[in-house]
């Protein structure tokens, strides 16, 4: 058997084997990948039910406590709660039609149930308005009969149990998926052992998340018992009480039971989470007894006594302590479900691929011993390994060359006419792009400029055609005089501003894109001298608002100094824009070093940003809040991509009101270096 022969039967059972292997390999990861994003969805699915469920509680509870109090601060929390839900419920909907587009089963089914929780969620709102305006009207015992009759118990037995189903099922989907993942990690071995322990701590996760959520739903379902019991001193109202005491201790068990669980995983972060739990199970025991010390009160000095002991005692540890805390949690545990999720995630593309890398390194091995066979076959093989390899590094004008007429010489070839086809690619590239930008700027001005000559003009023979109106009659007269002297300057002044946004629109993209075209130059900076300086550049605007600026000691570091300067300018011009009105303003610069980096602090008073915007405002072209101020939504998304050019980062802390804390990090090492 010639040489061609014998490699193409040997190619030909090595190929057999490897692909029946990979075959399999490449089904099963696949199949296992896409089960674990299926099961991404699911996750956001109940997390979005959970929160639903919570706020829902709370909405309920702001009623019952204004109906009893007339405290108009629970009436405004009910109608804000009413978007925040209304919201959650669209969020779902959407994930829902996300998931029918991609043909996955079940979905009609959760979608009909998302619309029958909008449609009582809106009976039940209707039920609620009702007992407002009772109260609101001063009929408040009317408004407590109405309460107990129709909005809480809808809200029992008509609202709840629907979403609590919804939940239930969502759970059970996951568990099964994670079944599911567990069985197809068995086939693989090379993953199965780190993939079925991630499967355990995603599991473990979800039931943590899930237990911190019964618990919190609990509270509010034993606070509103108790509330019940306290309007009506029904003994029925007062055994549920009792029942749900003995639930909550339950809940609390099975929170502790996920924390042991995750504890005999090894997952880290588990002694805060202990530490936590004991801390909400402590307040929960001080609570209860409140709780029973009111019930007692309503027992023996009647209604009044009993609901004037809830606002005075227990409306601050509910509201202030223990709802709030368990507020954070919850969010620190869907948060760990997210990490978990996507760390089996991450388990399974490695492990997949670590088994792809296995088989190609085994066929290596293989056709190395057939390459063997024939020094030409391994020449050429080497040229044009060597050449592409050049290629991809970006030498578009080396060319491959191999002697002779076979197939080596012709994939060369292609080769060498698929470098010229980029090379001339790329050239044309660079011209397009240059000619897109001198072709925006030349329109731009002329139209800018063309459009101040025009209202000059205008100006100037604006009183002619005024006098020249006397010829028309007096309906015409007024139409044309509103053309000249309102329609017309009006346009011109909305072209002339659509020009200036385009025109800073155009030099923020020239701003952003020439980051990373200069070379750093890093020194030792002192950046109290820097942010001294740019205070001085803004020395009009502090006296012009008499802002109090102070500046606390602030640490060298080593960094670029044009950078540096541009972020602290940047940071302090966005802290004295977006001062309150009506307040006096107060900026501080404070700092903090740790072993690894410099952290500056830029704290105002400010009117603040909302916590669903505080990510928003280091995105290009997003602004938070009022747009009163002018600006592009630039120049945070400018800090931020030079912060991390240099290996920092920039985040803010903020609440609406409240002002913001800007946070600049700076790594400190290579500074004994200078």
Request: proline residues 2%; hydrophobic residues 40%; charged residues 25%.
């Amino acid at each position: 058997m010639k040489t061609k022969g014998k490699l193409t039967f040997i190619v030909t059972i090595i190929g057999a084997i490897l692909f029946l292997a990979a075959s399999f390999l490449v089904w099963n990861s696949i199949a296992t990948y896409r089960m674990v994003n299926t099961v991404t969805p699911s996750l956001e699915v109940l997390r979005l039910l959970k929160e639903t469920q919570s706020r829902l509680h709370n909405q309920q509870y702001n009623l019952v406590h204004f109906i009893v109090s007339g405290e108009d601060d629970y009436r405004k929390n009910f109608i804000s709660r009413r978007s925040l839900i209304e919201d959650k419920l669209m969020e779902l909907v959407r994930m829902v039609w996300e998931q029918q587009a991609r043909g996955i089963s079940g979905e009609d089914k959760v979608e009909e149930n998302i619309n029958i929780v909008m449609q009582k969620y809106l009976r039940y709102l209707e039920k609620a308005e009702a007992c407002i305006q009772t109260k609101r009207a001063g009929r408040t015992d009317e408004a407590i009969r109405n309460l107990d009759i129709e909005a809480t118990s809808y809200f029992d037995a008509e609202l709840l149990p629907v979403l609590s189903r919804m939940s239930r099922d969502e759970k059970l989907e996951i568990h099964e998926a994670y079944s599911i993942i567990t069985r197809r990690l068995g086939a693989l071995p090379w993953v199965a052992g780190p993939g079925m322990e991630q499967v355990e701590r995603a599991v473990s996760a979800v039931d943590y998340d899930l237990a911190v959520s019964n618990a919190e739903l609990g509270m509010y379902r034993q606070v509103n018992e108790l509330t019940e019991f306290l309007l009506y001193g029904k003994t029925g109202e007062w055994e549920e009480f009792l029942g749900y005491r003995f639930e909550m201790r339950r809940l609390l068990d099975e929170w502790h039971q996920t924390i042991a669980r995750q504890q005999a995983l090894g997952m880290e972060g588990e002694d805060d989470d202990e530490k936590q739990f004991e801390a909400i199970r402590a307040r929960y025991e001080n609570i209860l007894l409140l709780m029973e010390k009111t019930a007692a009160i309503r027992r023996s000095q009647g209604r009044s006594a009993g609901l004037e002991s809830v606002e005075r005692t227990l409306r601050f540890p509910l509201d202030n302590v223990f709802f709030s805390t368990m507020e954070v949690i919850g969010k620190e545990s869907r948060d760990e479900v997210q990490e978990a999720h996507g760390a089996l995630l991450r388990t399974v593309v490695i492990g997949s691929a670590a088994g792809l890398t296995g088989i190609v390194l085994a066929s290596v091995l293989v056709l190395l011993l057939v390459l063997r066979m024939s020094t030409t076959i391994i020449s050429s093989l080497t040229l044009l390994k060597d050449g592409t390899e050049l290629i991809k590094g970006g030498d578009l004008e080396h060319h491959i060359r191999i002697a002779g007429s076979d197939e080596f010489s012709e994939l060369a070839s292609s080769f060498n006419g698929m470098a010229d086809s980029l090379k001339e690619r790329n050239d044309e590239l660079r011209s397009f792009i240059y000619s897109i930008a001198h072709d925006l700027r030349a329109p731009l001005v002329n139209l800018k400029g063309f459009s101040n000559e025009l209202s000059r003009d205008l100006a100037g023979v604006m009183p002619a055609l005024l006098m020249g109106l006397t010829s028309l009659n007096e309906v015409e007269r007024k139409r044309v005089a509103a053309v000249l002297e309102q329609a017309i300057p009006e346009a011109l002044g909305y072209i002339d501003a659509s020009t200036q946004k385009l025109e800073a629109l155009i030099s923020a993209f020239l701003q952003l894109s020439r980051i990373g075209s200069r070379v750093l130059d890093p020194e030792a900076l002192d950046t109290e001298g820097l942010v001294q300086a740019a205070l001085r550049t803004f020395a009009h605007t502090v006296k012009e608002k008499n802002i109090t600026v102070t500046v606390g000691p602030l640490p060298s570091v080593v960094a670029d100094r044009m950078d540096m300067e541009q972020c602290i300018a940047n940071i302090l011009g966005n802290a004295f824009k977006y001062l309150e009105p009506g307040r006096a303003g107060v900026v501080s610069i404070t700092a903090e070093r740790t072993k690894d980096e410099a952290i500056l602090y830029f704290q105002d008073n400010g009117r603040g940003i909302a916590p669903d915007d505080i990510q928003k405002v280091f995105e290009l072209f997003r602004r938070a809040g009022k747009q009163d101020t002018p600006g592009e939504g630039v120049g945070l998304a400018f800090v931020k991509a030079l912060a991390r050019r240099q290996g920092g980062n920039i985040w803010c802390e903020s609440a609406s009101g409240n002002g913001t804390k800007f946070c600049l990090s700076i790594p400190v090492k290579g500074e004994q270096s200078i």
